[in-house]
């Protein structure tokens, strides 16, 4: 459109008409840092209306000047193009093993709101979305960590402590907990993984690992939460274990990096996959 005087001008953009639907959650898995895959499994949860997204940790797409514009257009994009408005929009993510701890402080008291939409979850801290209570609890350890630059491409504080678990267990206490998300996962799912997944199998025999794996333990025994959905072993699966539902969710673009839950029915489903995008490949 062009004024009068001849200047161009831009036409307002239209309403944003589509309801989103507050009774689902988009769970989403490890990202590595990849925007593209960043795009891809926001799409798959938006086009649905699901506009309330946890990321299950390696996230890392914060710690370079341009990550917190690039992380709002692409929102807004995602969101309009689905005919949302992008206020509807709130994404939040934990830590994995694969973060900038420099920039991350698990040990944070409170959530830390990096862009408009998007929130770190501190490990222990809590939040109610769509209806129910959910606690974060980051942490896992690298087994590729002896070939990683420490402070550049690995940090020790990956690994779970024994204060960061007593203030998990705290916030446990502090009322029910419907679902838990972590990174690592519980040694019982480990165990059931590791008999179908090669990457799984990859980290058996690390010490860090296991005894990340026992904190949780004891984090889900206190929380007894209904359940509990975690990334890092890059496999999609769900298993009941001691009566809680185990979600294991995929990586990036891969089958099963999105899992959706419709906390009215408590069932769980996949979006339609789209076609591939082609990522680009990092090691994780």
């Known amino acids: 459109m062009v004024l009068d005087n001849g200047s161009p001008t831009r036409l307002p953009l239209p309403p944003m008409t589509a309801a989103p639907d507050t009774h689902t959650i988009a769970f989403i898995g490890d990202l590595h840092g990849n925007m593209t895959a960043f795009e891809y499994t926001l799409t798959a949860a938006l086009r649905l209306r699901v506009t309330t997204i946890i990321q299950a940790g390696d996230f890392w797409i914060y710690d370079q000047p341009h990550h917190p514009d690039n992380l709002e257009r692409v929102i807004t994009r995602v969101a309009r193009n689905a005919d949302l408005a992008p206020a509807t929009v709130d994404y939040r993510f934990i830590d994995g093993n694969h973060e900038n701890f420099d920039v991350l402080d698990p040990d944070a008291t409170a959530p830390v709101q990096l862009t408009e939409h998007v929130t770190y979850m501190p490990r222990g801290s809590r939040a109610t979305l769509a209806g ?118 995929g990586q990036e673009d891969s089958a099963g990096s999105v899992a959706l839950l419709d906390t009215d029915t408590w069932l769980w489903s996949e979006p339609p996959r789209q076609p591939p995008k082609k990522l680009r490949y990092i090691r994780f």
């Open 132 to 249: 129910v209570e959910i606690l974060f609890f980051g942490g896992a350890s690298s087994v590729d960590r002896h070939w990683r630059p420490e402070g550049e491409d690995w940090w020790p504080d990956e690994n779970i402590t024994d204060t960061q678990l007593a203030r998990g267990l705290a916030a446990a206490n502090t009322g029910p907990v419907d679902v838990l998300v972590t990174h690592e996962t519980t040694t019982a799912a480990f165990n059931a993984l590791c008999g179908i997944s090669g990457h799984a199998r990859s980290k058996r025999d690390d010490a860090p690992g296991e005894a990340n794996r026992a904190r949780l333990d004891k984090l889900v025994d206190t929380a007894q939460p209904r359940a509990l959905v975690h990334g890092h072993h890059h496999t999609s699966h769900i298993e009941d274990h001691d009566g809680v539902r185990v979600v294991s969710l």
